[in-house]
């Protein structure tokens, strides 16, 4: 079509409203930064099937022949450390460690979810209790970081708080991480795009999957699936436009939600309903490519690996 053309069937189309700042248009000339492969609520445990099915996702997200750069771990790596003795705990991060080893060759980038925090009420006094064992078999400097790739910046948030009795947790930013956040922030260039990542979702509509969140008529949602201080987050993501992206896991549910300019990203489970069968309510179990652009637009594509 040439141009004359193109203009005469422009003319055709029906009226489209100007932009009204709620949508953002993709830019034509954009250009991809990077790719990763989004891998989250693993679940990993020494039997067969999660050990069989993380290793074809790994395959699976490896074998695109427009390669992920690295993979991103949304957190939940292993099936649960909450209330387990040290060996069982063991057992899990080594069936982990082993299947990586065997099957992956991509660096991985983790961010720590609920099961992964050893809270056994008998291991209080242990070196490696809480987050510490966590960070340690993620590798990671610390509970919560950020850093740089292809021009964008990514923070990786510790959105996972245990309760004082150890036995539970609930889902927040702590004021010491705030203030880190904040610094964070406000040191990174203003046109540099900022990925967000939470292992529990700061803003996910997912908190209303179900009927047990509605206590006599109105809905409950607790912190364990949407963070406490969202409305701070929010406010303070206000501040900065080049706050692109908020990814998160936890609830092994699928979603996006576009508010004030940033995309929020549940993105499933690769564990679907925890390994008991391949689908959580509506979501299959799966992993994600992930698209960044130098413009601060992300595009997802959610893909099934059986
Ligand atoms: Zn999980």
């Not at 991809?32 to 099915?53: C, N, Q, V, W």
């Not at 074809?56 to 074998?63: E, S, V």
């Not at 850093?147 to 609930?170: A, C, E, M, R």
């Not at 006599?216 to 436009?241: C, D, M, R």
Request: with cysteine; glycine share 6%.
């Amino acid at each position: 079509m040439n141009r004359r053309n193109l203009l005469k069937s422009a003319a055709l189309l029906p009226f489209l409203p100007a932009s009204d700042g709620l949508i953002t248009p993709a830019s034509a000339v954009r250009k991809r930064s990077i790719r990763f492969a989004y891998l989250g609520d693993t679940h990993i445990t020494p039997d067969s099937k999660p050990m069989e099915s993380v290793a074809k996702c790994f395959h699976h997200a490896q074998n695109h022949a427009d390669k992920p750069a690295f993979i991103l771990h949304g957190g939940d790596v292993i099936m649960d450390a909450l209330a387990k003795d040290r060996d069982d705990v063991q057992k899990q991060w080594d069936a982990w460690n082993g299947i990586v080893k065997a099957n992956n060759s991509l660096p991985i980038e983790y961010c720590i979810g609920n099961h992964d925090i050893w809270g056994f009420e008998n291991a209080k006094s242990e070196p490696m209790y809480g987050k510490k064992w966590a960070v340690d078999q993620m590798k990671i400097s610390g509970r919560y970081r950020s850093f740089d790739k292809n021009g964008w910046h990514f923070i990786i948030l510790d959105s996972v708080q245990p309760k004082p009795d150890g036995k539970w947790y609930t889902g927040y930013i702590d004021p010491e991480q705030m203030d880190w956040l904040k610094a964070d922030l406000a040191k990174t260039g203003s046109k540099t795009p900022i990925l967000v990542m939470s292992h529990i979702p700061i803003f996910s509509p997912t908190g209303f999957f179900s009927e047990t969140n509605v206590k006599e008529g109105n809905w409950t949602i607790p912190a364990a699936l949407v963070l406490s201080n969202t409305p701070e987050l929010i406010k303070l993501f206000y501040q900065y436009p080049n706050v692109k992206a908020a990814l998160s896991g936890h609830m092994h549910l699928l979603d996006r939600v576009d508010y004030n300019g940033v995309t929020y990203l549940c993105n499933g489970a690769v564990s679907g309903n925890w390994w008991k069968s391949d689908v959580y309510q509506q979501t299959k179990a799966g992993y994600a490519l992930i698209d960044l652009y130098d413009d601060g637009s992300i595009e997802r594509t959610y893909l099934s690996y059986m």
